[in-house]
């Protein structure tokens, strides 16, 4: 290889390298913020209804069909961190369960997600819960479905999390937990935008500032959490989106 394309092709090498170590930064500080702050507070919560929930539907409409097509319960549904209800809303109009409850630590979250169920006609469907997830305030055994995106990297203690969800499920219940991971191959990437519908390079910034890594879950803080909590689980990759499955009967 002549000398002009070493050079060329190391300078592309480090800047791939750099890259991934600023990404990995910036991901790193603002899970710490997050978790820090928990609930998103009333300017931000607007912020995130107006911008956000447009570049998360996607997900949304992807959390509903494996509702659909998946063979758990769906009699008694809990979101937790239901942020703008619009899932939520999604659920009623397309699962229809008999009961749906939609919870959130911020007040300016419920506020808003009772705002857009009631503009979409599903007050008569869904209960808000303003509580805290480290004390989930149900029936233990009440509830046969747990679904969350993008909140797991909101949880201060994911420990005490998983040990009150496995409280609240029903011997047969499940929780599915989404989250974007951004330490993924360009063409998951790009694979992932494809069927998100959306610019690839805008969903890899939505899982560096608002997701967790895939190392996590496999050697960092929340695979800890899970081991300390005993709660059984498997782990999934789809792309961009990572999905940890919980339940009582998993076997890994």
Not at 40 to 54: F, N
Not at 130 to 156: E, M, Q, W
Request: charged share 25%.
């Amino acid at each position: 290889m002549p000398i002009a394309s070493r050079i060329v092709t190391r300078i592309i090498e480090r800047i791939a390298i750099w890259e991934i170590v600023m990404l990995n930064l910036i991901n790193y500080i603002f899970v710490k913020i997050q978790r820090k702050v928990q609930g998103i507070p009333r300017g931000a919560a607007h912020i995130y209804d107006s911008l956000a929930t447009k570049y998360l539907e996607p997900l949304y409409n992807y959390v509903v069909q494996d509702i659909l097509k998946g063979n758990t319960n769906r009699r008694a549904i809990l979101e937790i961190g239901c942020g703008t209800g619009v899932l939520l809303s999604e659920i009623a109009e397309n699962i229809n369960p008999v009961i749906l409850l939609g919870l959130d630590i911020s007040p300016a979250m419920i506020k808003i997600s009772k705002k857009n169920i009631i503009k979409e006609g599903k007050h008569s469907k869904v209960d808000l819960l303003l509580a805290d997830t480290h004390k989930i305030p149900l029936r233990p055994g009440s509830i046969d479905l747990i679904v969350s995106t993008g909140t797991l990297h909101h949880i201060r203690d994911p420990e005490t999390l998983f040990k009150e969800i496995t409280a609240v499920l029903n011997s047969r219940g499940e929780a599915w937990i989404y989250e974007f991971s951004h330490d993924i191959s360009i063409e998951e990437l790009k694979e992932s935008s494809r069927k998100l519908g959306r610019p690839w390079i805008l969903i890899k910034l939505a899982a560096v500032m608002h997701g967790l890594p895939r190392r996590e879950y496999e050697r960092g803080y929340i695979l800890d959490a899970l081991i300390k909590s005993e709660i059984s689980y498997t782990l999934s990759y789809d792309g961009i989106i990572t999905l940890l499955k919980l339940s009582r009967n998993f076997n890994r």
